[in-house]
Structure formats: C-alpha cells, structure tokens
DNA sequence: TAGATTGTTAATCGATTAACAATC
DNA sequence: TAGATTGTTAATCGATTAACAATC
C-alpha cells in the first residue's frame, strides 16, 4: 500500500481535481472520462490518468470515471475525512479572516481556539470562539487535542509561537508569516507567502509586455 | 534580451532569493557565494548559479555576489521597480488584511481603492483608503488607472467581477476566490488557494504517519 | 459483440545536479 | 600568482505526454 512515492507535483494537483470532482457532483454529473476533465481542467487526459493511477484503479474501462466515489477518494487520500482541530495565533484581519471561513469545517477542519497579544481583542468571539491570550496557550494545549496551528502573525514573532506550540505537541504548522520555519522533522509545514505570490504577478505583469507571452495561465484562454 | 525563455520553476524560486538577500542585506552582509547561500536556503549551490545565470552574470569568479547588487537586479525583474496601483474588491477580513499589508507599498504595490457590496461599510477607511461600493467601480476605473485587481470576494461573484475590471482595462487579477478564472490572454492572473494549501497540509500530516517521510520540507531541519 | 476508455509502458521533454574550465 | 568561485556544459534525474494493449 505504502510503496511508490508519490510526486509531489501529484500531491498539489489533487485540491483541484477534488474542486472540479465537487462542482460535477452538485451539478449531478455522474460520469466522466479523462478527456471530458481534460477539456474543463486544462490539463492533458494523460496527466490525470497518469495521477490518480498512483493511487489505484479508480476508474473503468469504457465507462470513465464515477464522479461520487472519484470525490471522495480523492478526499481520502487528502485526508479530508479526518477532523482536525486547529487553531490560529494571531487574530488580525488574516486570523479572522481565517477563522470566518466556514467552508474549512466543511473539509474537516474545526477551529478551536484563536489567540492574540492583544489584551483588547480577549473575549471576542468569532464565530463562536473566544480570542484567548498567548499567555494561556501552553496550558490551553495540554487540555485540548490541537492538530494544527495556523501562524498568523508578524514573521517577528513566527519562529517563538511555532517553536512553543511544537513543544506542546502540535505536528502542523500553517505558516502565513513572511519568514521559512525550521522545525523537528516529525512536524509538517505548509506555507502561504502572500507577498511571493504577488511578486509572481508582477513579475507576469512586466514579461507579458516584454515577450507576449502570458505564462500565468493554463493553456487556452476563452 | 528577451531571447532565451526562462522557466516557471526559476521564477517561483526568485521571490524566496529576493527575500533572503534582503535580510543580508539589513544585517550588512557585502557578499555572498552561492555555497554560503545554498547553505541558509537549503537549495544546491548548483541550482542557485544556474538560476541566476538565466538572466545574465550578477557574480564575479572568486568573490561571489555582491549582496546589495543582487537584491536589486532580482527586485528589479520581479518589477518591484515599478510602482503599481491596486484596488481590493471585497473589503470582508481578507480585503482587510491585504489593505492593511503595509510591506506591499514598499515592494510597490499601494492600494488605492477597496469596494465592497455592504453599504454598512461605505466610508469606512482602511489605512485611508475609503471603502467604496462596487456600483461605483466603472467609473472609478475610468478615472483612476489601476494596474491591479484583488479579488477577495465569494466565488460566486468573482468571475462576474473579474469581467468587469478587465472591460475597463485593468490587466491584471489576483485571486483569492475558490474557482479559476478565464480571461483574455492580455490579463495575467495570479490565484491564492487558500484551501488548496490547507489540503496540501492535510496530505502531509497522513503522508507522514503513513510512510515517516516528510515532504512538506527542505532538506534538513535543525 | 463493438465501441469506448482506462491502465500502463515507452518516448519525450524539462529541470536539477555534477563537474570543470574560465576568470577574477 | 594562487585560491576561490563563478559561468556553463554535460550527465542525471524526474515529470509529462503519447501510444496502445487490456478490458469493461
């Protein structure tokens, strides 16, 4: 079960095949062949096939793929049918912005606690969960299961707030502050650089005058 | 100049050079070798050569480069040279943050317009920047060039939007709505999947209790 | 059965790493 | 000059695409 790697180029395509499997599924499509995903997803029918072989036969020789069960594989393997508890550190704008988005607890992730410096912000709720302070952090980890920690906070303060809650048991960190972690092994870390996003644009922005190129997108436009 | 095509993979890793460099360059490092680099950034030395060999000869055979110098040259093929004005449609927490990012200015990107459908928030400001309702966007545009659309808005209304930013001439989108956008090959789009990132997470956290290996990583950690 | 479409192998393409001559 | 380190070519590795036999 465990043999083959699998790439990592897979692993970051299967969020979207999971997204495009969900809207066929609310649309009541309930089949559909590499070649009619191909031509939505702008990939090549070959890539997706190739993709989800990695993981077993989900589909069917001369009927293509069923759109429910392809869903929720691909769920499976995401682990989207696992509840996480996560909490955020850091209850700016991105924080609450974050814990607002009710769409997470749809993909199994609850947040349970919200954390701040700010003794203005303690005992605000967002939905629901009270902003608590930092300080309570150490023993709120050892009376509450927390799988993920979301940092969003000045990169001043990153490292500090991930080392802490790494030393009270948490194995994964989502990282929106503006510096690179470094981390015990057994903790996972997936970041979100705002600004090396928007760079990217820009970048786009200037080689799309300079060649004609447009390297931003997928292949065809409309 | 505009010869040699340069790859995806390059461009992504240039922010992250970018970023590196400019914290040399605050604690007054002069000049660095790409062995001393690959050592911070965990990248090979190889890669680093390479990579910056595709836009001509920053370094000097036994010396290194020149950090300041180096940080400018990439600063400037990123455009951040430029000075770029943004409008945020969508002023919920995430709107919010981004016109709150401060940093952004400094790389050249300023706000200059956030709307929003909720009159409750018309004439808010955020760092001076009025909130101002989406009726009135068209002739915003008309009267204000704007290089930059965020959307930070539910999907459902992000394409809508998107079409109407580009009929009035703005040429670039950074979305943040779960869905993707077409759009004239003239338009360069940039996409943050918040969610896509969360799952990525996810996969990792199972990966890693499955196999022990730990993809969400540079080469070592501490 | 015949037609459709997958699963999978082989071919191609692209990106990374290694190696070393050029040169400061 | 000698030592260091780049720029660049060649070798390796990995990912994507093409092709087609297997099979529903």
Chains 1, 2 share one sequence.
Do not use: C
């Not at 299961?145 to 707030?161: D, F, N, S, V, Y």
């Not at 990282?175 to 644009?201: G, I, R, W, Y």
Request: aromatic share 8%.
């Amino acid at each position: 079960m465990e043999s083959k790697e699998i790439s990592r180029a897979v692993i970051k395509r299967l969020p979207r095949y999971y997204r495009y499997l969900g809207e066929l599924l609310e649309s009541g499509v309930e089949r559909i062949s590499s070649n009619e995903l191909s031509d939505r997803m702008q990939v090549t029918a070959s890539q997706i096939r190739q993709d989800l072989n990695n993981f077993g036969g989900f589909g069917q020789q001369g009927y293509g793929y069923n759109v429910k069960h392809l869903h929720a594989e691909i769920g499976k393997i995401l682990g989207l049918d696992k509840m996480y508890h996560m909490i955020i550190i850091g209850a700016g704008n991105l924080g609450q912005a974050l814990a607002n988005y009710a769409q997470f607890e749809k993909w199994g992730f609850k947040v349970t606690g919200i954390f701040d410096v700010n003794p203005v912000l303690r005992g605000v709720s967002v939905r629901n969960v009270p902003i608590r302070m930092v300080e309570e952090l150490p023993e709120y980890l050892k009376e509450n299961e927390t799988h993920i920690a979301a940092l969003t906070l000045p990169k001043e303060h990153a490292r500090e707030m991930a080392e802490l809650v790494v030393a009270n048991g948490v194995k994964a960190i989502w990282n929106f502050a503006h510096t690179d972690l470094k981390l015990p092994d057994d903790v996972v870390v997936e970041s979100v650089h705002l600004s090396e996003s928007l760079m990217q644009l820009s970048y786009n922005m200037s080689n799309y005058k300079k060649t004609g190129k447009n390297h931003s997108k997928q292949k065809k436009s409309f």
